[in-house]
């Protein structure tokens, strides 16, 4: 990766053995504590891979290449992936990421997707029911809400949906079907 300023992200993939997931989230904290400390440090977020068992994907941020890389080179972190093997399957899958090109590269994704007629199918019963009750909810509940131009009116209702769509609606309904969705 060349060197450029702004934020460098580190995504990490790891499938942990069964029977270990304990042992490799303690570790997991304590590496995450460690590198709190480490300069140019901006975030962390880790979270276990939902539907898929054992499966993590931890995202690290930097300010910079150069700091990333002396993360990287550490002593610390070496000791640390030389733990976690006792733990994981086999090496973890590691992807550099600079500025907001992590949002748009997907390759290398190990999940299997549901098939496309059930994705459409989770679509309709997650939007159909949302635009019948949020309309009639702008209706009841903001006087004078029908007298907008349509397009406004559907443009409030747009922004109420979609913020339900994306949290709690789809992760909920994808949940609860999950068993159908990737059977």
């Known amino acids: 990766m060349k060197e450029n300023p702004g934020i460098v992200s580190v995504v990490v993939f790891d499938r942990v053995k069964p029977g270990h997931r304990t042992a490799f989230e303690d570790w997991q ?36 290449n150069q700091n990333l890389q002396h993360w990287l080179n550490s002593d610390t972190l070496k000791r640390y992936l030389r733990e976690v093997g006792q733990y994981t399957e086999s090496a973890p899958k590691v992807s550099l990421h600079q500025g907001l090109d992590i ?27 949302l635009i019948i009750i949020v309309g009639k909810l702008f209706h009841w509940l903001v006087p004078g809400f029908g007298k907008l131009p349509f397009e406004l009116g559907l443009f409030f209702e747009v922004i109420i949906i979609s913020t339900l769509m994306t949290y709690p609606v789809m992760p909920g309904l994808t949940k609860w079907l999950r068993p159908w969705l990737y059977r």
């Not at 440090?41 to 939902?50: A, D, I, L, M």
């Not at 549901?114 to 989770?122: A, M, N, R, Y």
């Open 103 to 129: 949002f748009f590269h997907k390759r290398g994704s190990t999940v299997r997707q549901p098939p496309f007629h059930k994705k459409v199918f989770l679509g309709i019963i997650a939007v159909y029911p």
């Open 29 to 64: 904290d304590r590496v995450i504590s460690e590198i709190r400390r480490v300069n140019g440090f901006v975030g962390v977020s880790s979270k276990r891979h939902e539907g898929v068992q054992n499966e993590y994907f931890t995202l690290f941020q930097f300010d910079s």
